[in-house]
């Protein structure tokens, strides 16, 4: 029996340090020493200590698969399953019954509506429970130094990530997020939390991976800073199918175009103006494909994410969530139909 534990311990020790050795570097070293030189000249950064940091750093190859094939690219009606399920509609009325006074009073000083900021947190982690398990330096540096196709993007990412850290002084080894970098609940990319993250209860953290109070303000604040027009539709259901839409830009707001009230879904709260800025998208359904005229909301939505298919699953989640919310609570603030709403009027911080 002795003889057996001695083996196991030799062994468990050995596939630790088999895990230890496996740990890959950045390959790109001559890269990340200019960025190391640059950040030590542009904002005051020890050269040592941030070169001892990125020997910490490892390649993650996962994420250089995952970031080229993102669940966008999938069909409407196959994205569309991921986020319209009863699970996920459902918490999310718990989630705003949690904290409905705190959506209340942000929504009414923002204008953003309480069920969109409810639905985001939705789409991007389930309500806080799937925040991602990457370190984020390890996220960030792998695409800022070997994913050429967005390596400035991510390194833009990676500066402002080691200034926050260094701002909130927080270990750059300890925060955790998504595979592309984002962190907390709103899963903010750290240039979104340096500009947008709200310190709502006044404790002198913008603490948005455990205080519901600073996610909810802070999401409000990207979508006001954003352009958000409170009252305002966001997405229309074209009433005649027949018309063709056109080939889809890559920014929504470079495309707007102007649309006649009358090619629109009649049935909604708010009469559209003639000169009323809109782009129509098909969406694809299993048996053909569905048109919407999406409105400036809609684009202020794909600032958060830039897909369609993102900002159309935010918009219909959100109406699931209302709709069971105000069934669930025998009334309702919204002033609803079947296509729109409107709203009425020094230590280290551990993560």
């Known amino acids: 029996m002795t003889i057996r534990r001695t083996f196991l311990r030799l062994f468990l020790i050995c596939y630790s340090f088999t895990l230890i050795s496996c740990a890959t570097p950045i390959k790109d070293q001559e890269t990340v020493a200019s960025f190391v030189r640059q950040m030590a000249i542009q904002h005051k950064f020890n050269e040592n200590e941030l070169s001892d940091l990125f020997d910490e750093v490892e390649f993650k190859e996962d994420i250089i698969t995952k ?22 509609i459902k918490a999310g009325v718990e989630f705003w019954r949690k904290n409905e006074r705190v959506l209340r009073i942000v929504s009414k000083e923002t204008g953003v509506p309480e069920e969109i900021i409810v639905a985001i947190i939705g789409v991007e982690t389930y309500y806080g429970k799937h925040t991602g398990q990457y370190r984020v330096i390890d ?6 130094f070997e994913y050429p196709p967005r390596s400035q993007f991510f390194r833009t990412e990676l500066e402002h990530f080691l200034l926050f850290c260094r701002k909130e002084k927080i270990d750059p080894l300890i925060p955790t997020g998504s595979y592309a970098g984002a962190m907390g ?9 340096i500009n947008y993250a709200i310190d709502y209860n006044k404790d002198n953290y913008r603490d948005i991976w455990h205080n519901d109070d600073d996610v909810i303000a802070s999401i409000a604040n990207y979508f006001v800073k954003h352009g958000w027009k409170s009252g305002q539709p966001i997405a ?7 018309q063709k839409s ?12 102007l649309i006649e009230s009358n090619a629109i879904n009649p049935n909604i709260s708010k009469p559209l103006l003639s000169t009323q800025k809109a782009k129509i998208i098909a969406f694809e359904q299993e048996n053909g494909e569905e048109l919407w005229a999406t409105l400036d909301n809609f684009y202020v939505i794909t600032r958060y994410n830039k897909s369609p298919l993102y900002a159309m699953a935010v918009y219909q989640l959100s109406l699931a969530i209302s709709n069971l919310y105000s069934i669930s609570s025998f009334s309702s603030p ?8 409107t709203f009425n009027s020094g230590s280290k911080r551990v993560l």
């Not at 609940?185 to 939390?193: A, E, G, L, R």
């Not at 056109?246 to 175009?257: A, C, G, I, V």
């Not at 919204?334 to 709403?341: A, C, L, M, V």
């Open 246 to 257: 056109r080939p889809q830009p890559t920014s929504l707001k470079e495309d707007l175009r």
């Open 139 to 144: 996220a960030l540096s792998t695409l800022a």
């Open 334 to 341: 919204y002033e609803k139909d079947h296509h729109s709403f």
């Open 236 to 242: 229309i259901k074209i009433r005649d199918q027949s």
């Open 185 to 193: 609940v709103p899963q903010f990319m750290p240039s979104s939390y």
């Open 67 to 88: 970031i080229s094939k993102p669940s966008e690219n999938l069909s409407w009606y196959k994205y569309r399953r991921i986020f319209l399920k009863e699970p996920r």
